[in-house]
């Protein structure tokens, strides 16, 4: 079993810090090749993840983007008039609302989804394969462990 000492968590070495920088650079290194000025990257993140099932409605598309729910109805807002998402209302529940990802939004994920895989090689160059895969399943099991010892709701929660 692994225990972090105190030493573990200096400032160069702390696993929240570490992993706060790596998103806020990586972030930044996306975005910097999102040249298009229909679609900004954290618009692609939301398709991506409505379109690969992450989040299926508003709340959910919140909570994966660590936005609030005003900012993620002015971007479904967005999408929407632009043809990129739809909104589906329950037949049985008009209150439930389903986002779906258009053809149109289907074409614009894969016309950007190059520059995110380019960023990222362009990063990971220097690593081997097996290094890649490693790191991958590293992050899986400590995203499982995290959502397994504070709960998927809480954390959920906090990001809101």
Not at 78 to 96: F, K, P, S
Not at 97 to 106: C, H, M, S, W, Y
Not at 125 to 136: C, M, S
């Amino acid at each position: 079993m692994a225990i972090l000492s105190l030493d573990d968590c200096s400032a160069n070495r702390s696993p929240g810090r570490l992993l706060r920088r790596i998103d806020k650079l990586m972030t930044a290194h996306v975005e910097s090749r999102f040249a298009s000025p229909d679609l900004s990257f954290m618009q692609w993140v939301a398709l991506k993840v409505v379109r690969d099932g992450t989040a299926g409605n508003p709340g959910e598309l919140a909570r994966e983007l660590s936005i609030t729910t005003g900012a993620t109805t002015r971007m479904i807002d967005v999408l929407e008039r632009r043809g990129l998402i739809e909104r589906d209302r329950g037949a049985a529940d008009r209150r439930v609302v389903r986002l779906a990802v258009t053809e149109a939004g289907i074409a614009s994920i894969a016309a950007l989804q190059g520059n995110v895989v380019a960023a990222w090689n362009e990063v990971l160059v220097d690593f081997e394969q097996a290094d890649v895969d490693r790191v991958i399943a590293d992050l899986m099991r400590l995203l499982a462990a995290v959502e397994r010892v504070v709960g998927t709701d809480v954390a959920m929660e906090a990001a809101e």
